[in-house]
């Protein structure tokens, strides 16, 4: 294991600890509908879009291995004549599930700040970040200027679907003093509903407030929980973003079971028997062998 495997390796357990402790502080009372809840927050977001502007200035002349902290100023006065945020973003649908299984199209806004050199990762992913998050009023609940793994699906919603609009920067380079250089990493803000934050959780934020995360990405591992050899992000069967699939029915989600359809035979044994990068379907009825039990 080299020194980079050793230290992202310890960041990870520490976040996932962290992940943990946060998880079991509870919820403080039943969530509103989201279909009320939804609106009154869009117009919250979209009179703050038509209103502030944030520091393109400082980023347009900055060296692409420098990172920029991300600011965000109301358009006024000496202001008057920057671009409001609304003319730079572009909108998204995300899917919020509530406990009955009906789903609620969310609308965010993603600002891209800088395009990465790299690929982008999955909303399943495990990334290395710098980050921000601040409220409407543009108080700063959380950030960290040194990078941190963050596991994407232990995240909210919204930071996670900011992911995949991300691209990595190069392969790092060590410093003299030892530590990581990354150089063309991506950057992007995504402005969002507070469903896809923490909704009537009022530990960390004010219930029902809309988020703004601004994030830089440096890296990021493809996952795979169950060490079943299926990347995590293809064990979102129907594709609607929540991991609670489970074929087999067996309690056990499939991005957690390793024989996901429970035939004692192991996914990662006839997942791609044949090696051709492909799901094997012997029997060729269009489910997949580690998927169909006959
Ligand atoms: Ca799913
Ligand atoms: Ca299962
Ligand atoms: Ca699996
Ligand atoms: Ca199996």
New binding site residues.
């Given amino acids: 294991m080299n020194k980079l495997t050793l230290f992202f390796g310890i960041v990870c357990l520490l976040v996932f600890a962290t992940a943990c402790e946060e998880q079991q502080r509870g919820f403080a009372e039943p969530p509103r509908d989201y279909e009320s809840q939804r609106a009154v927050d869009n117009d919250s977001l979209l009179n703050f879009l038509q209103t502030r502007f944030y520091n393109y200035e400082d980023y347009a002349t900055a060296d692409s291995s420098e990172r920029i902290t991300f600011d965000i100023n109301i358009i006024e006065e000496d202001d008057a004549d920057k671009t409001p945020l609304i003319d730079q973003v572009e909108q998204i649908n995300v899917k919020i599930k509530n406990t009955e299984g009906v789903y609620f199209d969310h609308t965010a806004y993603i600002l891209d700040i800088r395009e990465g050199v790299g690929t982008a990762p999955t909303a399943a992913d495990s990334v290395f970040v710098t980050y921000k998050g601040l409220l409407l009023d543009l108080s700063r609940f959380d950030e960290t200027t040194n990078p941190v793994w963050f596991e994407s699906l232990s995240v909210v919603k919204g930071f996670s679907a900011l992911m995949p609009h991300i691209k990595k920067a190069a392969a790092p380079t060590i410093n003299s003093d030892g530590t990581y250089a990354f150089d063309g990493f991506g950057s992007a803000a995504i402005f969002m509903p507070s469903a896809l934050g923490y909704y009537n959780d009022s530990r960390s934020v004010p219930a029902y407030s809309p988020l703004i995360f601004a994030v830089d990405l440096y890296t990021y591992n493809t996952t795979d929980h ?1 060490g ?1 050899t ?1 990347p995590t992000h293809l ?1 979102d069967l129907d594709v609607d973003d929540y991991y609670d699939d489970d074929t087999d029915n067996d309690g056990l989600p ?5 024989d ?1 359809d429970n035939d004692g035979i192991l ?1 990662r044994e006839e997942y791609d028997a044949n090696n051709d990068g492909m799901a094997d379907d012997t029997d060729n009825d269009g489910t997949p062998d580690y998927l169909d039990k006959d």
């Fill in positions: 169950d079943d299926v064990e499939n991005f957690r079971d390793d996901d996914t």
